[in-house]
């Protein structure tokens, strides 16, 4: 397996606080990327990084914020939690594919996720 | 914008027998990719389809690109319990946009 790793792996926390989950990678890859899951939807983008400083939204951006400091961590930030952002996050790299978009990618490689309850 | 839809949700299988799983993309794509994610766990590549018409195989899994590069199909031959999980594909126009996979059960 790709050198993923994210924390926390739980959290249950309250309406309101902020939270931030944190994503390492070792692989030296350039995309990095923060999903949602949740029933019937699949894996929904939040945000992306295509370099160190270098970020983009995704579809669901709404209520988060990232940040990529250096290019083994990618962080993602819930500024004040609420209820619909409960779910599994996975955050996920790739070393590029052939395209020559931003958002390109290849084979994306996931961390074990992230499981957020808000109450 | 981008859809990509999957069918069935889900999906019943008697260990042994055949089953196909669907990928329709509303618009022409790049590339498609396929993932599996076991129970719990995370999704995993399993690969990529580039060409129009291109079929690829993996052991008993046969993935095939549409000849207009906008749907996918995914076969797995002879189901053992070992196929369980979920399979998405995600198709790649100017992003890469999941489907919400097919739930695979397979009953011994």
């Known amino acids: 397996d790709a050198g993923i790793t994210q924390s926390p792996r739980h959290k249950v926390t309250e309406t309101g606080t902020p939270v931030t989950l944190r994503c390492h990678q070792t692989?030296?890859?350039?995309?990095m990327y923060w999903y949602r899951q949740d029933p019937g939807h699949g894996l929904r983008l939040i945000h992306y990084s295509y370099g160190v400083k270098d970020t983009d939204k995704g579809e669901v951006s709404d209520g988060y914020s990232v940040s990529r400091s250096k290019t083994e961590d990618f962080l993602l930030t819930l500024e004040s939690a609420t209820s619909s952002q409960t779910s599994v996050y996975f955050c996920?790299?790739?070393?590029?594919?052939?395209?020559?978009?931003?958002?390109?990618?290849?084979?994306?490689?996931f961390g074990e996720g992230s499981r957020l309850t808000v109450l | 914008g981008q859809q990509v839809m999957q069918i069935p949700q889900y999906q019943h299988v008697q260990e042994g027998e055949d089953f196909t799983t669907y990928c329709n993309s509303s618009?022409?794509?790049?590339?498609i990719q396929w993932y599996k994610q076991r129970p719990g766990g995370h999704p995993v590549f399993l690969i990529q389809?580039?060409?129009?018409?291109e079929v690829k195989k993996q052991k008993r899994l046969t993935f095939q690109f549409g000849e207009a590069k906008k749907n996918s199909s995914l076969h797995i031959t002879a189901t053992q319990t070992t196929d369980v999980g979920t399979y998405f594909c995600a198709g790649y126009d100017y992003k890469l946009s999941f489907g919400a996979g097919t739930t695979v059960t397979v009953r011994a």
């Open positions: 618009t022409t794509l790049s590339n």
């Open positions: 389809l580039v060409k129009s018409g």
């Open positions: 692989e030296n890859h350039r995309y």
């Open positions: 996920a790299i790739s070393g590029g594919g052939a395209g020559l978009t931003r958002a390109d990618t290849g084979e994306l490689f």
